[in-house]
């Protein structure tokens, strides 16, 4: 179907073309609203309100000008009358075109019942790579179908209702997607590696280190553990009864590493021991850590030149500064919680066994001042098979408390705001929305009787050999089933796209491509 320009409608409501960092135009004062719909026709307002108006015009006769007076007052009123009503609208259109302009991704490749679907929409379902040389106009035509079809059938959901079904998920996934937002943010500067730190790093992996690793949750095990070194307890015996990583009983063995992956606090002082030596209580993320030096050797085998290795090393380092971003910045959010044992005992028992009162007990005190009580995290515990264990309990709380604090400074960042999370967060309503129709209009609606699947078991007896009717009817009621949904979902789309009007801009899809960086155009 060829392309044809719709221009933007004007709607009463500029709401919903008003970018998020304008005020909507009904917020301003009167006064400012007329003046701005007079703009144009100041022309008109100046003559109106000048007091020498007459004079300037002698040879006009009195009568006369009474009438054009009176003329040029009601066209006045009218025209800004029609300006103060739909300049908002017409704002937010000139606005949304220069964001287009400024942004090509934010283009409409074709509109769906009115729904623009943008370039960005599409670019996020093609393929890693769409090379304009090749046949890549047919791939850009499908996945652009797709998506299509796509929101069609989401916009049937909304029709019939079933945002109420998907609100929730929605939710969870706005919450999902500005964490990850927010952890991009966090971790942006360890992609930053200077040509030194490259340098340095490839000379940390050419030296080895055996190492052995005492990690405590608590400063006081952290003084006990001090004091028992002290005393000369081995660093291997107080690894099995102290620490609490998983290689306790191998008396904290690390084997032999590279000590450019240490973090930093430690590899410093690792660095200036010699075999035998240990450091004293190093603070890592909210534990604290002993770390006793065995050796140090080449590197077996010996690293080849760092020309040969420069692209893996650099994303390896990469990688490494990001994690290490991420945990401090997770350490700093753990930090804001101090949990209550009352709590922590209310919150291990069975969601159906907590009584009213004990909803009321709270879990935890975020920012020293704000309680969080067992009651706010009910629908969490309601989710606990019943053989979840105490720690598992504990863990999941913890992690929802820490994903709420950091869900808020999202918020709070305006990171909900950014076009991609925007594009993320349409696209996983849009899934949402298409699997709730499916459920309700297909897998719901479609039924198979025992009679139907008798009656095709009997018809295609051969592909069971051997087999009996109860033997086989779970499955043949099952490729039943599917042929059905499948032709019932087949036949609901044809409709669905038969009365849509749909528009492609076939300019805009014919150039949408990468470019060098990633980015799409």
Known sequence: MPFVADPVPVRADARAFAPADFDHPADQPAADRVF????????????????????????????????????????????????????????????????????????????????????????????????????????????????????????????????????????????AFLIQELYRRVTAAGREVTPEGLDSAYGGLATELRLRLIEVAEESVARRVTAELAQGVPFESLAVRRSVLPNAASGGDLGWLPGVWLETPVRVLVEELEPGEHTPAVPVRDRWQFVKLEGRREADPPLPPLEQIRGELLVRLRQFRQQLLAREYQSQVRRR????PEGIAVIIKPADSITPAEKEVPVAIRDGEKYVKVARLMHVLRRFPPALDSAMRCYAVERELEEDLMYEEALALGLDRLPSVRDSVARYRRRLLNQALYQRAVVESVKVSE???????????????????????????????????????????????SEAKITIDERVLRDIGQNPDGSWQ
């Open 36 to 175: 701005c719909g007079a703009v144009p026709w100041c022309g008109f307002v100046a003559c109106r309100h000048r007091p020498d108006a007459s004079a300037a015009c002698p040879a006009v006769n009195p009568s006369r000008r009474r009438v054009d007076s009176r003329l040029s007052s009601a066209i006045v009123n009218a025209v800004s009358l029609s300006l103060f009503r739909f300049w908002p609208a017409l704002l937010s259109a000139v606005l949304l075109l220069a964001v287009c302009r400024s942004d090509p991704a934010r283009r409409a490749v074709a509109r769906v019942n009115g729904r623009a679907l943008t370039v960005s929409e599409l670019a996020a379902t093609l393929p890693d790579r769409v090379d304009p040389m090749r046949n890549d106009s047919t791939v850009k035509r499908r996945y652009l179908e797709e998506l299509i079809i796509k929101e069609l059938v989401a916009q049937e959901a909304e029709r019939r209702g079933l945002e109420e079904v998907t609100s929730h998920h929605e939710e969870l996934g706005l919450k």
């Open 337 to 340: 919680l101090e949990f209550v």
């Open 451 to 497: 009679a139907e699947i008798r009656d095709r078991f009997e018809a295609n007896r051969d592909e069971f050999p051997g087999a009996d009717f109860a033997t086989a009817a779970t499955q043949v009621e099952a490729g039943l089933l599917n042929e059905r949904r499948d032709t019932a979902w087949r036949e609901l789309v044809e409709r669905l796209r």
